[in-house]
């Protein structure tokens, strides 16, 4: 589409948009985008999300009649349709006059820059428009697309998740993995090269946080359907450096990283005669075991590699 950026940039809003009604300090409320695995193979980062954020003092609201954004997929085949489908999303969110809250970075990378485009190229806006008459929606664009990881980080803060930690991570030494998608293009809170939110998150619950070069390195995404050749090898030599690098835990913040970390280790066995049984969690399931809560809680205990076993949580 000509005229649309090639990385739009969004603008964070201020913390205090966010905050309920006076009376209610401290509490924090958004419109929730669950994405198409929320309720199938991401599930318990769902269940992890709603756990943990609740026990944070914050509120999500699933956004009413939401679909799919289109992943990465639809938006490399035909760049108006994975917007459109985003400005609807956009637009159902904003009825809520609510901040978008997201978890899944590929829905990330489609939400926030499709805002930034609306709001910053007159001929995308027109176009979208029209596509957002056909089905009687408008976005203003007033709200704003905001990553889990940095409503904890940045909106709710640092020192409020670490005043709630009640079962520190002593002792865990973790890698964050950030994936490819929630730094770049770019995003006003990270470093696109070397993002450390989530570092500095898993420092707050105690955990031992341990370089790990690979944090932006791409898992091969949907690739394991169509290449699974170059996904395996992708994948293999994230955990092959987690594993070196002395790691009890793998940390994600995205559904598909999540998946192809966790579900194809017997392959990568019988491909390059290594087993890593390193397990990986969501960021939601990781803080909400530090804030105390449960492994039937944050649904820990149905990935592939058994966390809550290898962790000594049961």
Request: glycine share 8%; net charge neutral; hydrophobic share 35%.
């Amino acid at each position: 589409m000509n005229g649309v950026p090639d990385v739009p940039v969004h603008r964070p809003s201020d913390r205090a948009a966010n905050r309920l009604p006076e009376g209610q300090v401290n509490r924090l409320r958004y419109a929730f985008y669950p994405g198409c695995t929320a309720h199938a193979s991401a599930r318990d980062y769902t269940r992890s999300t709603y756990a943990t954020f609740r026990a944070l003092g914050i509120e999500l609201e699933e956004v009413p009649g939401w679909s799919c954004c289109g992943s990465t997929a639809v938006s490399n085949v035909d760049p108006l349709l994975g917007m459109a489908l985003s400005a609807r999303n956009l637009a159902l969110a904003e009825s809520t006059g609510l901040d978008l809250a997201v978890t899944c970075n590929a829905c990330y990378a489609n939400l926030a820059p499709t805002l930034e485009a609306y709001r910053e190229e007159r001929r995308v806006r027109d176009r979208l428009q029209r596509v957002l008459d056909a089905v009687d929606r408008h976005l203003e664009a007033e709200r704003e697309v905001k990553h889990g990881v940095h409503i904890l980080t940045h909106d709710l803060g640092l020192d409020q998740v670490e005043e709630r930690v009640r079962r520190p991570l002593d002792g865990v030494k973790a890698v964050p993995y950030y994936g490819c998608l929630l730094s770049r293009p770019r995003n006003p809170y990270e470093d696109p090269e070397n993002p450390t939110s989530l570092d500095e998150l898993l420092a707050s619950l105690g955990a031992e946080v341990l370089p790990f070069e690979r944090k932006t390195k791409c898992c091969g995404g949907s690739f394991m359907n169509t290449k699974e050749e170059v996904a395996l090898r992708l994948t293999f030599e994230i955990l092959e450096e987690a594993r070196e690098r002395g790691a009890h835990l793998i940390v994600c913040a995205c559904a598909m990283c999540q998946l192809n970390l966790d579900a194809y280790r017997g392959k990568l066995r019988a491909r390059y005669g290594t087993y890593h049984d390193t397990p990986v969690l969501y960021f939601t399931q990781a803080v909400g075991l530090a804030l105390g809560l449960g492994c039937r809680d944050l649904a820990i205990g149905q990935s592939f590699v058994p966390a809550d076993r290898l962790l000594g949580l049961r």
